[in-house]
């Protein structure tokens, strides 16, 4: 057995992407959406790049049971068993432990790379060149491993990972986690060239991560070893008992109970033209613009006195505007959001808002 | 036979309201739609009210023949014989001209009103008495009647006229008419109480226009001699002659044709509750307003930081709007239009440009 068949992926896809709405709705979250307008999803692009590496059948998908027939129908080769549906939102620490206990059931030797479905990678050949680099290293050291962005900009949305004593390669230990700064601070961490971003990529052996919970999170991990591993192999069995044991665990990040507490951490600096899709401004400065520096998404815009702007709209549709500068414009499904760039946080209240005043229909 | 039953309104309808695109569309003008909400659409609201001082048979619609099933629709009490369906656009000299031999052909003592189908009348008893005062000056004098509303600011898009010597009543002869003046100039006539806007709602015999428009404009008028009356009274023989004759006259305003030219012209100052409905930005003055000032139609709106707007939505939506103040926000049959009240003037350009680079679909 060669070292590739030991290797698995999660690509972890539960999320709702409410920063993104109205065009990303909780029964179509932006990872189920062909954002780029490449025709694939950002899903079916996260399972397209892993699989140049990874075995198919050792590629889980790890979501909410609501997204359960988007997964089978954007990604059909999948059988069940590569499906994990959450019964509940717990956040990264309790879905990370899930998968790795049924991984391990399968494989004890096995490693993995952790990974959302909604970023976007440009550079494919740098990103699966970094991603084995990662491999080979966490298969040779009890070593939890992250993916540190190069960064390009102050960016203040982002964490920050500061980079400590040179371990192998690009492989270095983590100095300290910083969460995100303000504009000053990231300036700072720009300049030094010790700090990159914390992309949320993970690589580790099974074998590290369940001990990194069991020691900083055990009751995660004594959750999930309240089965048998032979209960993780079974589709069935396995379903009744994480409907059982799932809700129960607390809701954590991973990053907050292990990343952040653990000595054996690790980063590796990489550049694979990474974004994390995080905003419409990042998915604005992503996009190709046109000669008025206006995105448009899946529409017919006429602009005038308009620039900077980025529109999103769902469905064959004209968009007529005058006199924006900055703004998104996002329609999909029954809502019109019409908001300043600058503004663009307060979007998930104004999803609060909405539903407050008029029921859950536009959520 | 009494006065009243020799009392005709002609209602034209066959304008395509392309100010207020993309609410209104060439294959729905704004006279067929429920424009205030109030649940009848803007041409039955004028046929409404002059029902109540016309017989309902005397009451004739002339539109364009794209709009017949419209018109049959919103009013199934008119007969073929009251719906006048012009082959081509020729503004209001020809159509008017249509309508008074048609009349003609019925009454040779009819006296008639002509208004347009999209106006907003609000002091409904005012009207119907300065209507009545309006036909029984026409019937005793040699007279084409204009009514002349009662200026309330220094509006620049109206055209004035202003009053010359007192005739009877509320009646004045008329001393010029002006077109649409600067703010200046609109200051200086609202200051002086001598002008009074132009309404576009015209009282006479039928006798007495025919025999204006011989005089001023004989091309159109034998154009319509052409035909002996009894064409005029059948149904098909009628259709068949305006089908070769009409397009062949030339296009041009009953106001600039005849009206500033003849010298029996007479205004009627009136102050019943006129609008003209002609931009959003007359209609959202019009309109009842929110605590932020913003006039909602049809649609559910969050508003954060933004007010004066008029927000117009066809389907049941959801609007969210941040930073935007004194904008029209109209959304219908796939087109979104954003744009600033301040530059509404534009909007009939940018349904041109609009054809012009996308084809007529958004017409």
Redesign the interface.
Known sequence: MDKRAHRYCVIMCGGIGSRFW?YSRARLPKQFIDFLGTGRTLLQMSYDRISNIIPASNILIITNGRYADLVREQLPELTDSQLLLEPARRNTAPCIAWAAWHIAARDPEASMIVTPADHVITREAEFERSILEGFDFVESHNALLTMGISPTRPETGYGYIQVGDPAQGNISKVKTFTEKPDIELAKVFLATGEFFWNSGIFLWRTSAIREALHKWVPDIALAFDAAAPETYTDHKAESAFIAEAFPGCMSISIDYSVMEKADNVYVETVTFGWNDLGTWSTLYDLSPKNSDRNVTQNC?V?A?NSSGNIFA?R??????????ED?I?A?AD???????KA?EQ?IKQ?VT??KV??GDK?E
């Open positions: 109205p017919n006429l005038y709209i469905g064959d549709k004209l968009v007529v505007v005058d006199g924006l703004y414009i329609d029954g809502v019109l959001l019409i908001c300043p503004r307060k104004m808002d909405a005043k008029f536009y």
